[in-house]
């Protein structure tokens, strides 16, 4: 299994390397690619989109306490890739497709920041209260924008239309960054959750013990 695995990092790390060195090229040099070029950079970003969300889901997956987690977040963005890629080589312009991308997208980075947060160590109960607010206010978030996408949408538009709407998704959004960006700076926090030792009973054995008796020759 061990050797499985070191075989797939190997070929992810060569179709990484060979995907961005094409791209590059393309981009810096001005031959005509127009065919392939875009095709080619929107498999290389999807790639790389996935890729990153895939990683810090696995990454979680390893801990046995957080292991579903991790899986749920591969899955959903290994489904979304393969999605993606149906949809850059069969040229098929659906708007359920659209929006299924979409919504797997969402998903996929909301379960890779969720497991991120999982995946730190928490040192005190601040810092534990910060990932639980983050987890649920970017639970909320995503949520809010898929049934959107996947709503009876009469036009884009209606997103920005329905003001109150709007306010609550940023409003959510917010809440989330600020929560995920206190995680780490609460966890530095030094507090007193533990209590302090108090010399016991057994320092005052120790003090008051009787010394050993010498043997007598």
């Known amino acids: 299994m061990k050797q499985i695995n070191q075989s797939i990092l190997k070929i992810s790390i ?33 790639v790389f989109l996935y890729g990153i ?8 997956s390893f801990r046995e306490k957080y292991r579903s987690l991790g899986i749920a977040g591969i899955s959903i963005s290994a489904a979304g890739f393969a999605l993606s890629l149906f949809g850059i080589f069969s040229n098929v312009s659906s708007v359920t497709l659209f929006k299924l991308i979409f919504g797997l997208t969402i998903a996929a980075i909301a379960l890779a920041h969720i497991s991120f947060l999982y995946y730190l160590n928490m040192q005190n109960k601040y810092a534990s209260t910060a990932r639980t ?3 649920v206010f970017i639970s909320i978030f995503s949520f809010l924008i898929i049934v959107r996408v996947f709503g009876n949408i009469e036009s884009i538009y209606s997103l920005y239309a329905a003001e109150s709407y709007l306010r609550f ?40 013990a009787v010394p050993p008796t010498e043997s007598i020759p």
Not at 16 to 25: E, G, K, R, T
Not at 32 to 41: C, E, Q, R, T
């Open 53 to 60: 969300t895939s990683s810090i889901c696995m990454a979680v």
């Open 14 to 46: 060569a179709i990484i390397i060979i995907l961005s060195s094409l791209s590059a090229i393309m981009i810096l040099t001005k031959g005509d690619y127009k065919p392939i070029s875009a095709k080619l950079f929107a498999v290389t970003y999807s």
């Open 133 to 135: 607010v983050a987890v």
């Open 169 to 208: 998704v940023v409003a959510a959004l917010t809440i989330d960054l600020a929560a995920t960006l206190l995680v780490p700076l609460c966890n530095r926090l030094q507090t007193s959750q533990n209590p302090e030792t108090v010399p016991g009973p057994e320092i005052a054995t120790s003090e008051t």
